[in-house]
């Protein structure tokens, strides 16, 4: 590895690590195998229990009051902690998930056909999709967040790192409980609360419960209302009002013309656990929890239209009701849409020059929710036995079940080119086994994983763009097995020490797939029926070096590897689509340093890494013949295929442009796959300063540079799909108020990344997304004689407006390019009461 791959905006941290020895405070050498009660975080990242610092790993640990402290309520909140990762609640087409990044590898899809780059585990149960994983951090203990590939203990789709939630465990002590109570802007009102209660001397009970309400902060308007509120009915022509009510005459005009908002959270979860320590080697814990999830989807606005060479699809709607297509379906501002989730051409219709209106009953008049509805619960039992002072076995079983359905219109605007229905479910066990151990020369653990599950995806295609209404039923079920072995060797009395570790995995996955066209009889040339079985044999490993300079110093270094399963494509839209592709595999190289310096007052822990991304199946969007279900020949029209620059042999893409009489071609938009090799390097600091007492400052810093060839210009990309920098900051002083009976805190947080370029590859939207800063506010009022807490806060406290994410249906052969605003400022009041 070159360090000169590493760039210069390396060299300061690189500078830092080598410094650092110098700079620490003397201390006797060994360290201790258990922590002791310093205040650091015990974090399981190494399937044994090891206190942060002595962790040669790139990893965040936070804990639930720290979580508190800065506002972090849910996965997607994350990003504000983590220096070089992105977590984002997904697309409104993707469903309730999160698309997680780490290092600048990641994935948008929440599909089950997909496959995740980042390992989700929830008290060592395997949590295997995004879809349904923006997790409310009930009863969290801590959260810890791995960066860089985790193929030998965390494995399956570690490839980007791991995510590892780790529970509050029910406490034999005392009973206790908590209440909090949160009102705030958008009628917001939360409730949690909880309880632990022991049974005798070694068993402990621990409930918990949460309800979360909020009104979406995107307005949701009739559009026929709305112009003509604005004095020009004329631009709505006849299209209905979606509601009668907000008809007006010469005696009465609306006073808005809001039927709807999107952006808001409706939730209900519960979790129990169970505890129990028969003997004193011997720990049984048993855990249910269930969430259900109605929340709106999310916020979501057209931020352009392209009106040049518009396509008969949308033209024909338009003229239909006496407009034209352009810029009148764009609110003007990003916290308002005119989205509507109906067709307003009834069935049967024929609409002229359309090819999807053609009188068959099946099309017009399609109504879908934009409520999502998600249902998630699971089961799971952990035994851990101290078969000997130094040797413990742990089994672990867990039963989940995740079940929803979304809807989404992704025109963005009243009129219609595709509305998209799903139901997608998954349903699985999780079993583990580990044999861990301490001696005087190694720290070793060996295991066995074994993932069994059945999923499902229902669908209903309503599709103008692609002129059909397709229903889509398919099966999953995928299987994994995996023997894994990590040893820490450190055989002589010098404090280096070897990690060796590797992983085997047996990885399997039957898909049954049908998807029907309303065009019978049954099947037809433009069904699509097929089965694939996506299967592999992975070796992951792991070597690494560390060398404990004093107690408070520790340097390490890495190689790593990681994968994720291989796939094929989810979204065949006619049977020439069909096709499978190989999984992804990165190798990681990774230096780092965990200091405690002066006194421990001066806490920082640093990593630069270089990781190979060598096998990187990435699809790009082409085009093929579109077949005629009536006849199975290419349907007539008036475009042309010409070859996909970069694409694999056959490959084709639209033009745009009219072609000569008799070519008689209809292109179809379809993904092609082909293996685009990458390379990621970057820089990372943490850092947590108590200069005096009372007084802490943490933060963190990310660089990264994601480096790939450009499919069609065969050149370098000069900029990258994720920010080059992250960073994040927080002050707070604890203040005595003897006069309260207290202390007030206040805080001040910041979280900043860099510009980068949003999704699309047609438009002018083929550039930046601006930096930003977000800031966040917070003082705490609590009270030592009564036990209890009063917090006011503001979010985006400066009310900066920024896009969380970009979707440019342009690349697609569409008109409409759509974005997701992040929330602006918000206030809250939270009232806590422990007991």
């Known amino acids: 590895m070159n360090l000169r791959q590493f760039g210069p905006s390396t060299i300061p941290l690189l500078a830092l690590m080598l410094a650092s020895p110098a700079l620490a405070q003397s201390a006797p050498q060994g360290r201790q195998d258990d922590a002791d009660n310093d205040g650091d975080i015990v974090v399981t990242a190494t399937r044994l229990p090891t206190k942060l610092q002595d962790t040669p790993i790139a990893i965040t640990a936070v804990t639930s009051e720290q979580l508190e402290e800065r506002g972090v309520k849910s996965v997607a909140d994350l990003s504000a ?130 309800s979360k309400e909020r009104r979406g902060y995107q307005r949701v308007l009739d ?60 720990t049984l814990t048993l855990s249910a929890d269930k969430t259900w999830d109605n929340s709106e989807n999310p916020a979501d606005t057209l931020v352009n239209i392209n009106t040049t060479g518009l396509p008969a699809w949308i033209t024909s709607q338009a003229a239909f009701f006496g407009m034209t297509y352009d810029q009148r379906f764009m609110t003007g501002d990003p916290f308002k849409t005119y989205v509507s989730y109906v067709d307003r051409i009834a069935p049967g219709t024929v609409v002229p020059n359309s090819a999807f209106y053609n009188g068959r009953a099946t099309r017009g008049g399609n109504i879908i929710d934009p409520i999502n509805h998600l249902r998630h619960w699971g089961v799971s039992g952990k035994l851990e036995w101290g078969l000997a002072p130094d040797i413990d076995l742990t089994l672990i079983y867990g039963h989940r079940e995740m079940d929803e359905t979304h809807a989404f219109d992704n025109d963005g605007g009243v009129l219609v080119g595709e509305h998209v229905a799903s139901a997608i479910g998954e349903h699985y066990d999780n079993a583990e086994v580990r044999l861990a151990g301490r001696t005087g020369w ?60 590797g992983r085997y995995s047996w990885d399997h996955k039957f898909v049954d797939y049908t998807n029907y066209n309303d065009v019978p009889p049954h099947p037809n040339s433009s069904d699509i029926i097929f089965q694939v079985e996506p299967r592999q044999r992975k070796f992951n490993w792991k070597v690494g070096l560390n060398y404990e300079v004093t107690e408070d110093v520790l340097l390490y270094a890495s190689v790593a ?67 005629d279900p009536n006849t199975g020949q290419p349907a007539v029209g008036n475009q042309q295929l010409i070859p996909l620059e970069g694409g694999p042999a056959g490959s084709t893409r639209c033009s745009p442009t009219t072609v000569p009489a008799g070519t008689g071609i209809v292109c179809l938009t379809r993904t092609y796959y082909v293996n685009v090799p990458a390379t990621v390097r970057g820089a990372e600091l943490e850092y947590t300063l108590n200069p005096i007492d009372r007084l802490t400052i943490n933060g963190a810093v990310g660089w990264s540079k994601f480096k790939s060839p450009d ?17 994040n900051a927080g ?36 550039a930046l997304n601006g930096a930003r800063s977000i800031f966040n506010a917070r003082l705490t009022y609590e009270n030592q004689d009564y036990d209890f807490t009063v917090a006011g806060g503001v979010t985006n406290l400066f009310n900066k407006f920024y896009y969380l994410n970009w979707f440019d249906y342009q690349a697609f052969g569409r008109p409409n390019t759509e974005a997701q605003p992040g929330a602006p400022r918000q206030w809250y009041v939270t009232v806590s009461k422990r007991f």
């Not at 709505?236 to 609306?254: E, K, M, V």
């Not at 230096?591 to 096998?615: I, P, Q």
């Not at 002083?733 to 699309?760: C, K, M, N």
């Open 731 to 766: 002050i707070q002083y604890e203040i005595p108020a003897e006069v309260l009976h207290g202390t007030v805190t206040p805080r001040f947080d910041w979280a900043y990344q860099s510009s980068e370029v949003i999704s699309g590859t047609s438009t002018k939207y083929n």
């Open 561 to 627: 590897t990681g994968n994720s399963l291989p796939g094929y494509n989810p979204r065949p839209l006619q049977p020439s689509h069909i096709v499978q592709f190989d999984g992804n595999d990165d190798r990681a190289y990774e230096m780092g340093a965990k200091l405690d310096l002066f006194d421990r007052r001066a806490r920082f822990n640093l990593a630069a890494f270089y990781t190979d991304f060598n096998n990187r199946p990435t699809g790009i969007g082409g085009a093929d013949a579109l077949i």
């Open 81 to 210: 902690v983590v220096p070089n990762a992105q977590f984002r609640r997904v697309q409104g087409a993707f469903g309730p998930g999160v698309t997680t990044f780490i290092r600048g590898l990641g994935t948008t899809d929440t599909s089950l056909g997909g496959e995740a780059a980042v390992a989700y585990y929830i008290d060592d149960v395997y949590y295997p999709i995004l879809l349904g994983s923006n997790f409310d951090l009930l009863d969290i203990d801590h959260i810890e967040v791995l960066r860089g590939p985790q193929g030998t203990l965390f494995g399956r789709n570690a490839l980007a790192g791991a995510v590892n939630i780790v529970s509050k465990q029910p406490e034999f002590g005392e009973a206790s409980g908590y209440a909090d109570v949160t009102v705030g802007e958008y009628n917001r009102h939360d409730l949690r609360a909880g309880f632990n209660l022991p049974l005798g001397d070694n068993a402990a009970v621990m409930i918990s419960g949460v």
């Open 223 to 282: 559009f026929t209302c709305e112009l003509r509120r604005r004095g020009t009915p004329q631009l709505a022509g006849t299209f209905p009002l979606y509601d009668p009510q907000l008809a007006s005459n010469p005696s009465f005009t609306p006073d808005n013309c809001v039927i709807g908002h999107q952006g808001g959270e409706d939730v209900r979860a519960l979790r129990g656990s169970f505890r129990w320590r028969p003997i004193d080697s011997v």
């Open 442 to 501: 190694a720290d070793w653990v060996v295991g066995a994983f074994y993932f069994d599950a059945f999923g499902y995806f229902h669908a209903t295609n309503y599709s103008v763009v692609g002129s059909a209404v397709r229903a889509v039923d398919t099966t999953y079920e995928p299987n994994s097995k995996a023997l894994y072995a990590n040893a820490t060797l450190h055989p002589f009395d010098v404090p280096l020490s070897l990690v060796l570790g």
């Open 711 to 727: 499919i069609a210009a065969r050149t370098v990309n000069r900029r990258q799909g994720n920010p080059f920098w992250t960073a």
